[in-house]
């Protein structure tokens, strides 16, 4: 079954850091382009991050610049964002999704997303 | 960054009934357009990519149509599983890759 599954949230402080993980299973990860999509309480989608099959390319939103990083280890088909200087507004599900294998494509597999609340 | 707009924001209808969400760019996005469903505590999940493709294991109830700037997403006989909320995504031009703010489809 093709699956993704999001790990790492929790409560942080103002300031702080947390990193979150995303493990991938029954496809062959090193293979897709791989997002960061959040959605804070009672609000819409909003994309966070990409990062292309290989790594080499990496995209961020604005709003997270500078201060978050995304990563991959293929070998452990495993993604990762670590977030750092967190704020109140960073407060969100965050859900990993994968890019649907054409070279411009959807969202096809997203994860159960994981909650991080920013508040002292 | 592409804008998308979703109308309405929310909707009330009954089981049965003809639903149509439509969504709009602030830029031509050519068929770059997808339609996702999210239901209450549960992830987003793929109905329609390039506008007017089902994805595999999608109800042949749900149909998207468009191209440019004007969108629809259509589901013709509404079923009680289908009451969630609806996003639009442009895949045209990145980053951002942007979605529409959304459309509740609620129960009359």
């Known amino acids: 079954e093709v699956q993704l599954v999001e790990s790492g949230g929790g409560l942080v402080q103002p300031g702080g850091s947390l990193r979150l993980s995303c493990a991938a299973s029954?496809?062959?990860?090193?293979?897709?382009?791989m997002n960061w999509v959040r959605q804070a309480p009672g609000k819409g989608l909003e994309w966070v991050s990409y990062i292309s099959s290989s790594g080499s390319t990496i995209y961020y939103a604005d709003s997270v610049k500078g201060r978050f990083t995304i990563s991959r280890d293929n070998a452990k088909n495993s993604l990762y964002l670590q977030m750092n200087s967190l704020r109140a507004e960073d407060t969100a599900v965050y859900y990993c999704?994968?890019?649907?294998?054409?070279?411009?494509?959807?969202?096809?597999?997203w994860g159960q997303g994981t909650m991080v609340t920013v508040s002292s | 960054a592409i804008r998308m707009t979703q109308s309405p924001s929310s909707l009330s209808a009954s089981t049965g009934d003809r639903v149509t969400i439509t969504c709009r760019a602030s830029?031509?996005?050519?068929?770059?357009l997808a339609w996702y469903q999210q239901k209450p505590g549960k992830a987003p999940k793929l109905l329609i990519y390039a506008a007017s493709t089902l994805q595999s294991g999608v109800p042949s109830r749900f149909s998207g149509s468009g191209s440019g700037t004007d969108f629809t997403l259509t589901i013709s006989c509404l079923q009680s599983e289908d009451f969630a909320t609806y996003y639009c995504q442009q895949y045209y031009s990145y980053p951002p890759w942007t979605f529409g703010q959304g459309t509740k489809v609620e129960i009359k």
């Open positions: 830029q031509g996005i050519s068929s770059y």
């Open positions: 999704a994968r890019g649907d294998g054409s070279p411009r494509g959807a969202f096809d597999i």
């Open positions: 029954g496809f062959t990860f090193s293979s897709y382009e």
